[in-house]
C-alpha cells in the first residue's frame, strides 16, 4: 500500500480539513448560526432585551421598591402619578400602583411560563408518541387532540375556571390544559417525517426501543420546533391569564395580575383616572409583542440553519 493510501495518511488529512476545535466546532457551528442569525434581527434583540427587563422589574423590583400589597387605605384611593411616596399613583383600594403592576407581573408571568412549559412537554410527548406509533394509536390520540380543539378555548377555560377554585397552581394548570393542543399535532407531524429516517431505523436495528426512540432521537430532532413553539404559548398564556383576570377569574385578592388590574382600571375610565388602565394595558401588550417577535426571529433563524445543513 502507498504512503498516499495508508490509513495515518488518510486520518492526518481529514484532520487537517477539520475547523479549529475539531469536532465540536462543527457540532455547535449550527447553533452558532442560529445565534448570529438571531441578532442580526434588531427588533427581536430589542424584544428579548425587554423581556429580561420585564422579568427584572417583577421579580426584582418589589425587593428594591417596598410597598404595602396587603392592607388597604382608603385615605390614599386614587391619587394621580407623581404624588408623594407613589410614582404611578394609587388605585381605589389605595395601593401603590408600580408595586401592583410588579405583583400583578409575577402572577402573570409565572403562569404564563409555566403553563407554556407544562403545555409544550407534555404535547411534544403526546404528538411525537403518536406520529411514531401510527396507526389504530395515532388515529385514537389525534381524534382526542381535534374533539378538544373543537371546543372554543375561551369556553374551555372559563367552564373550568368557574368549576375549580382559582389560585396561581390553579390557572397554570387550566391554561395549559388548554395550551397543549396544538404542540401535539405540530410535533406529531415532524415525527411523522423523522420515523423514516436512517437514524431511526439504525436504533431499531441495533434493539433500541419506542421510549428510546421518542426520548433520545425523535423529541431532540424537533427541538427548534419546541423551542419556537414555547415562545408563542408563553404570549398566548400571558393573554389568556389576562382574558380570565379581566374576566374576574384571575387570582383572588390581594394578589393580582395584569388582567385584573386592567378590569378594574375600566370601572373609572369616566372618572378620568387613566392611569388605573394604561399601565397595565401596556404591560400585557408590550409583553405579548416582545415574545411574539422573539419566536418569529427565533423561527426565520431556525430556518437558515436548515437551509445550510
Known sequence: MSEATTP?????????????GGEVAVVGSSWRMVADTFRENPMAVIALSYIGLVILFCFVGPLLYHTDQIHTDITQASLP???????????D??????????LGGQASLEVGLAAAFIAVVFGALWGAVAGYAGGVVDAVM??????????????????????????????????ALVAWLPPARLIRGETLSLRTREYVEAVKVMGGGSVRVVLRHIIPNTIGTIMVNSTFQVADAILLVAVLGFLGLGVPPPAT????LLSRGTNYVYAGDWWLIYPAGIAIATTVAAFNLVGDALRDALEVRLQRR
Request: no cysteine.
Open 8 to 20: 495515518s495518511t488518510r486520518v492526518a488529512g481529514l484532520a487537517g480539513t477539520q475547523p479549529e
Open 81 to 91: 402619578p407623581g404624588s408623594p411616596g407613589h410614582l404611578f399613583g394609587t388605585d
Open 93 to 102: 383600594d389605595g395601593y401603590d400602583l408600580l408595586g401592583r403592576l410588579m
Open 142 to 175: 389525534m381524534r382526542v387532540v381535534d374533539t378538544l380543539l373543537a371546543i372554543p378555548a375561551l369556553f374551555a377555560l372559563l367552564v373550568l375556571a368557574a368549576i375549580f377554585t382559582t389560585s396561581i397552581p390553579m390557572l397554570i394548570l387550566v391554561v
Open 257 to 260: 395580575d395584569w388582567g385584573s
